[in-house]
């Protein structure tokens, strides 16, 4: 456990359910895991017990990627911790493969409606059908336009132009809209929408008062700091201040909320989570201000100094787009400048 984890409290201890199987983890509210094959293996998802429209039955939160040992588990979990009840929505805190991979299936599966924001509804069906503008020569650019020339990286960058789609081969043509602010009535409890920036287009979390929980999404995670980039898409943006603005908001809940995060643990401890959190980025935002005082640097020349490990390829991508977070945070608030030098690279200078 890190020093940062200490601070939180798992009451649920060291229990997680296996692929198929769930824990109950408040009234009506079921835990499930599924696997990922990647370094981050798994990702929870929720059953919450709902009376829609009259019927008795099930709201699933977030799906797991389309992949046939998903789907398994999936029926697994219909066959035996469903109470013989249907599923009768389906809600996806955001557009991440991990997220909203199954939801084509599971709504047509269940023929229920997909609820999740505008924002994210729209980014997944273009993403989904896009062989441009999500990964491929187009996110190469960006990176090189960032001081990454590795040609190994680049061109894994480069071939990368079907990631998305191979995890969500679809999704679902029509929805129903979340916004912030709005209340969902599920089983006789409400449930708040909060929407945050940052880490997808518009994500939205869900908070219970009266069960005292709060379903995180992504935007709230135990071990891990949630993942800030800047995408070719949206070249010029400022995840990072979004998202710590955003995650601001979960202070206002009280102290004993139960937070249920999409990857690790369920937990307490919020505060102390967004405190973390906060002070986290001031750390790299202090380090990434004091190297671009020495000379000007761009992103690239930034992944030793924030990450202090040997990345991979895999890695490395990812990183380049939370080194851009940094930079761009630092540049939106005025205190450094940037200018792309005659190689096209952007490099970054205190101002
Ligand atoms: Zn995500």
Known sequence: MNPNEAELHYPLGDAVPA?????????????????????LDHINLWLLRDVHEGIEGWTIVDCGIANDATRAAWEQVFSTRLDGLPVLRLIVTHMHPDHIGLA????????????????????????????TGFGGERSALFFASHGLTDPDAIAKVRGRSNYYASMVPSVPECYRRLMDGM????????????????????HIALHAPALDVLIAGDMLLPRISTNVSV????????????????????????????VLPSHGKPFTG???????????????????MAACAVRPCHAADLLPVLFKRKLDLHQTTFAMGESIAHLHALWHAGKLLRRAGDDGVWRFAAA
């Open 19 to 39: 692929p198929g199987s769930a824990i109950d983890v408040a009234p009506g509210v079921r835990w499930l895991r599924m696997g990922l094959p990647f370094a």
């Open 104 to 131: 084509h299936w599971l709504t047509e599966r269940w023929q229920c409606r997909l609820w999740i924001s505008a924002t994210d509804f729209n980014a997944a069906r273009l993403a989904s059908q896009s062989t």
């Open 183 to 202: 209340t969902l009535d599920i089983g006789g409890h409400a449930w708040r929408c909060i929407a945050g920036y940052g880490h997808a287009p518009e």
């Open 231 to 258: 995408h070719d898409l949206e070249p010029e943006s400022d995840p990072l201040t979004q998202f710590l603005t955003s995650i601001k908001r979960f202070d206002a809940l009280p102290a004993t909320t139960l």
């Open 270 to 288: 919020l505060h102390a989570r967004t405190r973390q959190l906060h002070e986290h980025h001031a750390e790299r935002l202090a380090e990434v």
